[in-house]
């Protein structure tokens, strides 16, 4: 079992690009050991005890660790933990693929053609779902995941990139932990690499399904009918900046439509001015046009590796994971409604970060994945 240590307060360096005066946020930081090559961190309630666990995909080890929370912002490693998770695992999404009630991870193999299930016992441990790793005939390898329910039989479905093909694959699930395959390809824009992510994008109750495409500057919106298949939205796909890659779904200005916030692969942008954050409103009908102020320069940012958004200090912040710079870019609207830049230190490596409510007083934390390091850290804001 694995307790997290007494934390510290950390230093913060700040860049300041709105209105002064700008109070930067302070944390206190936990950092616990997990496997080796930490990449992909997913939060949700897997032994149902009512408390937030953390799931981290251990890329170079081909495992998950599971630590399970106690509310107060204490983790203890599940039994069992880490598990085997196939080749390179590379997302992780959490879904009851079986219909047992419990939660289970559907979790996409990195530079092999598969993805693993893995069934949970509502208790913290997990086993393989009959049949896994699946082959999902990704040309080359699947990156990404999305799990929802897209054909309406009450079972949750897989979607996954074939960036060779610049197609998505559907793959349907048979209600008992085992996906269809192959499944049904669905064209996209120009090398969907990296990140899929599926939401209600207009409003008509059936889940959608957003890409990143590398090679052409935009994100691809396909609109599910409910019933298996899609259509692109009009207008789509859209322009998101130099290289996209990166995609996190929110709803950032709170009017009740999803808005998407997008990273460059920098290692194939012009310059130093297309490294920056791509924030995309979302109408409601399925269409997308830039936020005021967007992009956001990620400045000393090197080699931003993942993005998310959420609450702290009851300001809306996103956040940005940068592997080379060893670094994290937040930028944390401020009462103007414009984004303050702010660095905080980060242990590096391609490794992401996201935010979670850990403990009960509903503050909001960050959790970054150190991939060099074989560690997470949690940043407590103060």
């Not at 170079?60 to 106690?70: K, N």
């Not at 102020?293 to 959420?310: D, K």
């Not at 609450?311 to 944390?332: G, K, P, T």
């Amino acid at each position: 079992m694995k307790l997290v240590p007494a934390g510290l307060v950390i230093p913060v360096l700040v860049g300041i690009s709105g209105d002064l005066p700008y109070r930067a946020p302070q944390f206190r930081q936990v950092t616990i050991r997990v496997g080796q090559g930490p990449r992909w961190i997913s939060v949700v309630d897997v032994n149902r005890d009512g408390n937030p666990d953390i799931l981290v995909t251990n890329a170079d080890a081909g495992t998950v660790s599971v630590l399970l929370g106690d509310g107060r912002g204490e983790f203890r490693e599940a039994a069992g933990s880490p598990l085997a998770a196939g080749h390179l695992p590379n997302d992780i999404a959490v879904a009851d693929m079986n219909g047992d009630g419990n939660p289970d991870l559907v979790i996409p193999n990195h530079q092999a053609p598969t993805i693993t299930i893995l069934l949970g016992d509502g208790r913290g441990g997990f086993r393989t779902a009959p049949g896994s790793p699946f082959d999902v005939h990704s040309n080359p390898h699947p990156h990404g995941v999305a799990v929802a329910d897209f054909d309406g039989d009450g079972k949750p479905d897989v979607a996954t990139d074939s960036w060779g093909e610049n197609k998505i694959e559907l793959l349907l699930g048979d209600g008992k932990g085992g996906l269809r395959t192959p499944g049904r390809f669905f064209a996209v824009g120009r090398r969907p690499y990296e990140r899929l992510r599926s939401a209600d994008f207009n409003h008509d109750g059936h889940p959608d399904i957003v890409t990143t495409n590398l090679d052409d500057g935009t994100v691809s919106i396909l609109l599910g009918d409910g019933k298996g298949s899609f259509a692109d939205a009009r207008g789509s796909p859209f322009p998101a900046g130099a290289k996209p890659w990166q995609v996190f779904v929110v709803d950032l200005n709170g009017d009740g439509n999803v808005d998407l916030v997008v990273i460059p692969y920098q290692r194939d942008i012009a310059n130093d001015a297309q490294n920056a954050v791509t924030v995309l409103m979302g109408d409601g009908h399925g269409g997308f046009k830039a936020m005021a102020g967007s992009p956001l320069p990620l400045g000393s940012c090197r080699g931003p590796n993942s993005v998310t958004a959420g609450e702290l200090r009851d300001r809306q912040v996103i956040a940005v994971a940068c592997a080379e710079s060893r670094n994290l870019m937040l930028f944390e609207r401020g009462g103007s409604g414009r984004f303050e830049a702010t660095a905080i230190p980060f242990k590096g490596g391609w490794g992401s970060v996201a935010f979670a409510r850990l403990t009960k007083d509903g503050r909001g934390e960050l959790i970054a994945a150190n991939n060099e390091d074989g560690s997470i850290t949690i940043y407590f804001p103060q």
